[in-house]
């Protein structure tokens, strides 16, 4: 599990996170699959309850990877606010241009200003039910790794 774990932190990570730095997560993600009950003895799990609907391996991956990774919001033009702010340069959209849209035709534009590199595409369930939009981008060219990665995982995941 170790292996598919760190496969889908450099997938979502496009590369720009190295071994050295996805180690950590894929550890702390191993001690809560194999023992949940010590992992949750042993350290803060951020509110994680039996009641998440998730393993507690799942809830640790979440809550450990970086927010330029992990996009949750609300609503689809904040989600967008926070991917604007994790990239440098190139996207052409404002947030509040989509404001007041319908979600898919928001989702559209996403998309559509993400070009032909990236695709928004959901991951694991999600953590806050006030942030129903939990996304990470995907290189297009790889979104059916990502998929068959997830469905390895029993990871909750899907293209927008």
């Keep these: 599990m170790s292996a598919t774990i760190s496969e889908l932190i450099n ?9 050295d730095d996805a180690r950590p997560i ?10 949940p009950t010590d992992y949750q003895a042993k350290y803060d ?5 039996a009641q998440a609907g998730m393993p ?3 809830w640790v991956l979440l809550h450990l990877l970086p927010p330029d990774l992990l996009f949750c919001a609300p609503q689809p033009d904040e989600l967008y606010a926070q991917i604007c702010e ?3 340069d190139g996207l052409e959209l404002e947030p509040d241009e989509l ?3 319908k979600t ?11 070009g032909p590199q990236f695709m928004l595409a959901r991951l694991g369930k999600p953590l806050n039910a006030d942030e129903p939009w939990q996304c990470v981008l995907v290189r297009r060219s790889e ?11 029993q990871l909750p995941a899907e293209a927008c």
């Design 11 to 19: 997938l979502i990570s496009a590369g720009f996170m190295d071994a």
């Design 26 to 35: 894929v550890a702390a993600v191993e001690a809560a699959r194999e023992n």
């Design 45 to 49: 799990v951020y509110g994680y309850t």
């Design 56 to 58: 507690l391996w799942q």
């Design 86 to 88: 994790s990239f440098d």
């Design 99 to 101: 404001t007041g849209l």
């Design 104 to 114: 898919d035709k928001a989702i559209q534009l996403i998309q559509q200003d993400l």
């Design 143 to 153: 979104v059916t790794a990502y998929l068959t990665l997830c469905s390895e995982l």
